[in-house]
């Protein structure tokens, strides 16, 4: 076994002193066809939005480019709804805002691509019960003297499969004195853990809940001088698996494993999938 570290540095060795030692391969990669790119996510408080734009080769550094000529109708139950209308760089909308528990259905064309098309519903708002703010003990306390925490009950339906994010911001005002939104960072007692994290919003299943009613408490990392709202949705489990393989495919791994991002479009790229929140206001 004394070897095993002679070895180790006898190849370190070789690396400085011979650094030219490699290589450039140049892979041959098979031709790129492009194809529609549609992500849209959708909820009962906004209009129908999605941003089209087109695929780049795997080789390309280069931003997705804007699809501004396509035609792009929704559905709903079956039946035609509206036409989106292009507003600039791609972004297509309806002035129609989405209905809990309906079926929606996007198709999409443009010269050059193959048609494109995908569905998704919004899911019935989460069920909230006995909200109840509090100055949190010195030991939760992460990095202020003072910090909250909110217990409450979430009622789930032990029947079926839901998903489910939180996020949480405050009002504030800044130095010059304009109104921005202050993210409110978080962080869970029970249960214990968080599935994924997506920029703000710290998704999980109801794997982790025990029972129908579950308690959920969180941390949060604001003053109980101030109001803190905490927006709970229930998503569809495209939005969820998008997120979780989204988190993977763009987290360091060593292994050089990477994880294929999850995909709703039929002949296309992209997410189109929908989610309903609730937003309550706490504070001790």
Known sequence: MKR????????????????GCSKKIDLALPPHNPELVL???????????????????????QDFSSVT????????????????????????????????LQK????????GFPDI????????????EQVKASVANP??????????????????????ENFYFVRAYANAIDYSGHPYTKIVYLSFISPDEHDFRREVRYFFSDKLLKTESSKLILHLENSPDETTYIQIARVTEEYYRYGKTFDKHHSP??????????????????????????????KP
Do not use: W
Request: proline share 7%; with cysteine; hydrophobic share 40%.
């Open 4 to 19: 095993l570290p002679y070895l180790l540095n006898l190849l370190i060795c070789f690396s400085i002193f011979f650094p």
């Open 253 to 282: 791994d060593f292994n050089l494993h990477k994880t294929g991002v999850f995909n709703n479009i039929q002949n296309g790229l992209g997410i189109f999938a929908g989610y309903n929140a609730i937003t309550l206001e706490v």
């Open 139 to 160: 030991s939760d306390r992460t990095h202020s003297d003072k910090e909250v925490n909110v217990s409450m009950k979430l009622k789930d339906v032990s029947a079926e």
């Open 117 to 128: 098309s995908a569905s998704s519903h919004v899911p019935s708002p989460p069920i909230i």
């Open 69 to 100: 000529n396509a035609s792009v109708k929704l559905f709903q139950n079956g039946n035609y709804l509206a036409d989106l209308i292009h507003s600039k760089d791609g972004i297509y909308r309806a002035q129609i805002n989405p209905q809990p």
């Open 39 to 61: 992500n849209g996510v959708f909820n009962p408080d906004t209009v129908f939005m999605v941003d089209l734009s087109s695929s780049n080769p795997m080789s390309s550094d």
């Open 104 to 111: 929606y259905e996007i198709k999409a064309a443009a010269p």
